[in-house]
């Protein structure tokens, strides 16, 4: 018999619902809410209203795409954390509730097994490219900078990670204080293709081992900045394509460092990245490049499955369901990986 999963993601501003058969992706819902621009953030309590009111939908709309009955699930897959922690809520109480009432099991999911694992969704008419174990992953978000060695589907560890802010962290609160909007990293993406990136320089970081730091660039930006538009105030308007391209090569900078680091220390040549930075062309491009030259293998996700979505939960539940795992019904949602 089949094993149909519907996973459910709602860890941050996007409440997804997506269903998978025997690993293949039959429909992959995503519901973002727009209610967060005027803040240039998201702003958590109105993230968790939103989800209330996107659930039943989404998730109803996930099962007609897939043409699946709700009868005919195996399981349910939440993303129990990291996260906000009202938003989790949304999705684990409706995980929990779904699965009583259809009595089937739920399996929790950590919000970044997803993203590494988003390679793995097979769908009909594409090549399966996936990487072999182990693998690295450079898993970049608003939440999250990591490297990750996934030495097979439900076993990985992270090798390095950020000390402070995440890389999403200073696209996003970068593009905000020059004013060019948020979110910020699409932007400042956008603005990079037309600007010089040798034009100026930003202090990088010298953190021991694989571990990051994006706190430090985000401030010598922030200074620069300032500084300059003390001379002129049209600094940024005359500039902003130049300074998106130089900063946006500074954090690629910093990433590439410590994978091409991580790569050399564990010999291993499966490259792969997840999460929402891993959009930015401008990685994108240096990634290969590097691979090309080192002599990696590079696995670049798909734009749909670079952000928050349903069918990497669903497929990181799917292994976890095959390994006989089962979440009990008094899991509660956790917010920090830590807690995990
Ligand atoms: O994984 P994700 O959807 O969720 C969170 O971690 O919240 O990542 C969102 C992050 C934001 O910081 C956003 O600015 C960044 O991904 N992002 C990008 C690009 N597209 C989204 N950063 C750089 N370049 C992009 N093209």
Excluded at 5 to 31: F, H, Q, R, Y
Excluded at 297 to 322: S, V, W
Aim: hydrophobic share 40%; charged share 20%.
């Amino acid at each position: 018999m089949a094993d149909i999963i519907l996973g459910i993601e709602s860890s941050c501003d996007d409440t997804s619902a997506a269903v998978i058969k025997d690993g293949w992706l039959l429909s992959n819902v995503i519901a973002s809410q727009d209610v967060h621009k005027a803040y240039g953030g998201v702003v958590p309590e109105l993230a968790s209203r939103a989800h209330e009111q996107n659930i039943v939908p989404v998730v109803s709309e996930a099962l007609a795409r897939a043409g699946v009955s709700a009868g005919e699930l195996s399981a349910i897959a939440f993303t129990r954390g990291p996260g906000l922690l009202g938003s989790l809520l949304v999705g684990t109480s409706f995980a929990k509730a779904l699965s009583i009432s259809l009595d089937i099991p739920m399996v929790m999911v950590n919000h970044l097994h997803g993203h590494i694992l988003a390679g793995f969704v097979k769908e009909e008419g594409k090549p399966v490219v996936q990487p072999g174990f182990p693998y690295l992953c450079l898993l970049v978000s608003g939440g999250n900078s990591q490297i990750v060695k996934v030495n097979s589907p439900l076993d990985f560890e992270i090798l390095g990670q950020t000390i402070d802010d995440a890389v999403g962290e200073a696209f996003d609160k970068c593009s905000k204080m020059m004013g060019l909007g948020y979110p910020g990293g699409p932007v400042i993406d956008k603005l990079a293709k037309q600007g010089d990136p040798e034009r100026f320089k930003f202090a990088k970081p010298h953190i021991p081992g694989l571990d990051y730091s994006f706190s430090g660039i985000k401030t010598s930006l922030l200074y620069f900045v300032r500084d300059e538009i003390a001379k002129d105030p049209d600094f940024i308007g005359k500039n902003k394509e130049d300074i998106c391209a130089s900063f946006q090569k500074a954090l690629i900078d910093i990433l590439m460092d410590k994978l091409i680091k991580a790569a050399k220390q564990t010999g291993i040549r499966e490259i792969t990245i997840g999460g929402g930075v891993s959009a930015n062309s401008g990685l994108r491009t240096r990634i290969v490049e590097e691979g090309r030259r080192r002599g990696w293998n590079t696995y670049l996700p798909e734009f749909k499955f670079t952000t928050d979505n349903a069918a990497m939960i669903a497929i990181a539940g799917y292994y976890h369901y095959l390994a006989g795992e089962r979440t009990p019904l008094d899991v509660a949602p956790v917010s920090r990986m830590a807690d995990f």
